[in-house]
């Protein structure tokens, strides 16, 4: 069974700063793109980032120079360093693994993934 747990999240005022961390199990992690997602209430999930098993990283616009994506095989977990926070950041964020081993260019999109984590809410306040 394969499981992805995220944690982190909570209420953070703007400017501030929050790092969300996925936990992966039943699965050949390392074998795995990962991607963060997340869903503003209101709207539809929008892609936020991606890391492939070789470590390339691709970035919304929205988010780019502000959320850093990572991850560490040894512990099965990617993570997202969330800085410069601003209210529209506010969503449940989920964590995805992509199985494809090559590069696609479908990597925006929530059909590309296998898997998802049932999210983490992100608060950001003004």
């Known amino acids: 069974q394969v499981q992805l747990v995220e944690s982190g999240g909570g209420l953070v005022q703007a400017g501030g700063s929050l790092r969300l961390s996925c936990a992966a199990s039943?699965?050949?992690?390392?074998?795995?793109?990962m991607g963060w997602f997340r869903q503003a209430p209101g709207k539809e999930r929008e892609f936020v980032a991606r890391?492939?098993?070789?470590?390339?990283?691709y970035y919304a616009d929205s988010v780019w120079g502000r959320f850093t994506i990572s991850r560490d095989n040894a512990k099965n977990t990617v993570y997202l360093q969330m800085n410069s926070l601003k209210p529209e950041d506010t969503a449940v964020y989920y964590c995805?693994?992509?199985?494809?081993?090559?590069?696609?260019?479908?990597?925006?999109?929530?059909?590309?993934?296998?898997?998802w984590g049932q999210g983490a809410r992100v608060t950001v306040s003004s």
């Open positions: 890391i492939t098993s070789a470590g390339g990283t």
């Open positions: 039943g699965l050949t992690f390392g074998s795995y793109a």
């Open positions: 995805a693994a992509d199985s494809t081993p090559l590069w696609v260019s479908s990597y925006t999109q929530s059909r590309q993934y296998d898997y």
